[in-house]
């Protein structure tokens, strides 16, 4: 399911310019995901498509993401159960508009004009600086998230999450536009050192590790995951959900408890802890009760971290 909607394409200032036809090049290119048709599209006419993550609705059953794609003047939504799936619907939405409405044209510009890559960075834009930097380096897409609203009416500031790959960076800004575009250059100063010939990973780039991985849990000399290796976890009265927090504090992770409104197949509560390790780990658990619930998915938890930690 997709929608869409754009305005009318402003006129061409270089009526010499030539102009790009997206239909001749699906034609020489088959094969090619909406999602690299429409970048390759936008890298040709100077108008590098923009996502965003609009909603994630994540049922246990059938999870629902929807997410807007804007290119130029053009802005459209895809649903789907991945978020890839919801980008590709997007981007799908946005080829279909381009290639049916004759009146939206972009010029490629002249070869005679200034290289953008060339120009001080200052006078680009981030938010596809950011994407063209991931897209070459094989990382994900970046995504954007509206965190908070705030401000008197006269005065507004908005805060925008930007995700990239394990890593968060925030913006402020008076317009939402404004929060993106900050959020982006944050990433874009880490990178400023590195060759945009070199493939490398955003670990090196960003310059730290990761944070909690399997590597590191396995290897970790602290005292709380060594007494979890050591541990039965079938101690009655035990409080798992203290000793995950602890575990959590000392190898430098987050646990967040997502309770589940449905109940289970037998009746009982349901809940997901979710540890923000490297990769995420989610944990399912079920009760009488929400914090017996939660209980059992700390268990479940760190029993999982116990097998992890105790393999070589």
């Not at 990382?139 to 401000?151: I, K, M, N, V």
């Amino acid at each position: 399911m997709s929608q869409s909607r754009h305005r009318a394409a402003a006129p061409l200032e270089r009526e010499d310019s030539g102009t790009f036809s997206l239909g001749k090049m699906i034609t020489a290119k088959p094969g090619k995901t909406p999602i690299q048709v429409l970048h390759e599209y936008g890298m040709k006419t100077k108008n590098i498509p923009v996502y965003e993550c609009e909603r994630s609705d994540m049922q246990i059953h059938v999870p629902t993401f929807t997410f807007r794609v804007t290119v130029g003047d053009i802005t459209c939504t895809g649903e789907g159960t991945s978020k890839k799936l919801a980008k590709h619907r997007a981007a799908e939405a946005a080829i279909n508009i381009l290639k049916a409405n004759a009146s939206i044209c972009f010029a490629v510009p002249d070869p005679l004009m200034p290289d953008p890559s060339k120009q001080p960075k200052n006078q680009l834009n981030p938010i596809g600086s950011l994407q063209e930097l991931a897209i070459h380096h094989g990382w994900r897409l970046p995504e954007y998230t509206l965190s908070q609203e705030g401000g008197p009416a006269h005065k507004r500031e908005y805060t925008t999450i930007c995700k990239l790959e394990s890593f968060m960076e925030t913006g402020k800004g008076a317009s939402k536009k404004q929060a993106k575009r900050n959020a982006a250059e944050k990433f874009l100063a880490k990178f400023s050192n590195i060759s945009p010939e070199n493939h490398i990973s955003l670990t090196n780039v960003v310059g730290h590790s990761l944070g909690c991985t399997w590597h590191s849990l396995r290897n970790s000399p602290g005292e709380k995951i060594n007494l979890l290796k050591r541990s039965l976890l079938s101690i009655p009265n035990t409080n798992y959900i203290q000793l995950l927090s602890e575990i959590a504090k000392e190898q430098g992770f987050n646990i967040t408890y997502l309770d589940i409104e449905e109940l289970s197949a037998n009746g009982q509560y349901q809940c997901l802890a979710e540890l923000s390790t490297s990769p995420i780990t989610v944990c399912h658990g079920s009760g009488i009760s929400c914090s017996n619930a939660q209980s059992d998915a700390a268990h479940n938890a760190l029993q999982y971290l116990k097998i992890i930690a105790e393999r070589k």
